[in-house]
């Protein structure tokens, strides 16, 4: 058989078949050829982030109980009706502000009496002693007298404090609970009639172990977590730590306080309390999720030039809620798959996806 073809302007020209096979043998490679780089597989995608240094403090995490910095039950010195009472509950009161009135009329009558004797007794005292500068008098009566003025001044200042202590009055500035007791109540020595509690600021108790005694130091900082305000922390500083540790726990009690200006936090609140050792220094951060332990190792996969996945050991320091830091095996830069590892060996080509802080997908690397 015997192909021909026409050129422009030319007569037709016969072409040997072995020579057109030749040519279409070529033409249907090289097609192949395009169409294979056109499909080549890119690999599985995986997400991926890049390592940088972050600063981070050497810290031990606790927990511990919020105390009020200080708080008290009111209760009367002396037994009587309550007359008044001068507060609102729950409200704030100042310092030495009047908050009950027990019935004091007994009081007030013995002291009205305790004044007229104290000013008989300086009478007398002062005609003794006039008396003996004119040589009339003996002093034996003139000390008598003067005796006599000190015992009902005496028996005065008595009925005047205990006067006094019909007016129940706040030690210090802060906010009233709940009252106990109403108008017109009898009320006896002792007995509770309404919380006082000093928010401004709060005190928190905990424990920490004494492994880490050298690294505790007064005024230390500290972060404070509570279920009531989640992702929300309040710092404080330790102002007390504890002589001796405990026999049984090997423990050290430390009582740091932390400011509650606004007044959110409340005594008895469960706490997570962070307690910072060492001030913030750089080092390589990564999170939790991509980590992948093995036979009692622990491993990263790291992407490797032209996006091919290298299993790297890792070394593991100071964890956090979500991250941890690597000590040994990986540097700034370097770029790890968070997700996807469970489809992935070591070797294999991925499509990255680079993820930014907050977990969306970025278009360029972090």
Sequence with gaps: ?????????????????????????ISSLTNLAFA???????????????????????????????????????????????????FREGHQVKQNESLFLLDAAIYRAELKAAKARVKLSRIAYKSAASLLKRKVGSSQERDSTLAQLQVDQAQQELVQAR??????????AGSTGLRQVSPGDYVNIGQPLVELTDLSSLKVDF??????LMALQLEGEVEVEVDAFPGK?????????????DTRSHNIQVRARIPNPEGQLRPGLFAEIELVLQRAKLAVVIPEQAIIPRDGAFFVMRLAEGNI??????????????????IKGLKADD?????????????????PIFIDGNGQAATRKE
């Design 1 to 25: 058989m015997v192909f021909t073809y026409r050129q422009r302007g030319h007569a037709l020209k016969t072409i040997n078949p072995l020579l057109w096979g030749l040519l279409i043998a």
């Design 36 to 86: 294979s780089e056109d499909k080549a597989p890119q690999g599985l995608p995986a997400e991926v982030i890049t390592v940088h240094l972050q600063p981070l403090d050497r810290s031990v995490r606790v927990v511990g109980n919020l105390r009020a910095n200080e708080s008290i039950q009111l209760s009367p010195e002396q037994s009587g009706r309550i007359e008044k009472v001068l």
């Design 163 to 172: 006067l006094d202590k019909m007016t129940i009055k706040a030690p210090y």
């Design 207 to 212: 424990r920490v172990p004494e492994i880490y």
């Design 233 to 245: 922390f309040f710092t404080g500083e330790i102002y007390a730590i504890a002589p001796s540790a």
């Design 309 to 326: 996945v290298e299993l790297v050991a890792i070394e593991m320091g100071q964890r956090r809620p979500g991250t941890v830091q690597v």
């Design 335 to 351: 770029v790890i798959i968070t997700a996807g590892q469970l489809k992935l060996r070591s070797g294999m080509p991925v499509t």
